[in-house]
């Protein structure tokens, strides 16, 4: 079984960067799940 990985605001989708830089402007770092789940931005 293969993992999910984990995204940097460098390697997320482009879909996903402003929700990750979101979150890293409001708690000061990227939460795992925020990370986790930037592999399949809604």
Known sequence: MT???TH???SA???AK???QA???GY???PNLYA???EAPA
């Open 36 to 38: 986790t789940m930037a």
């Open 18 to 20: 402003p929700i990750l």
């Open 13 to 15: 989708p482009a879909e």
């Open 23 to 25: 979150a890293l402007n």
């Open 8 to 10: 940097t605001i460098a």
């Open 28 to 30: 000061g770092f990227v």
């Open 3 to 5: 993992g999910i990985p």
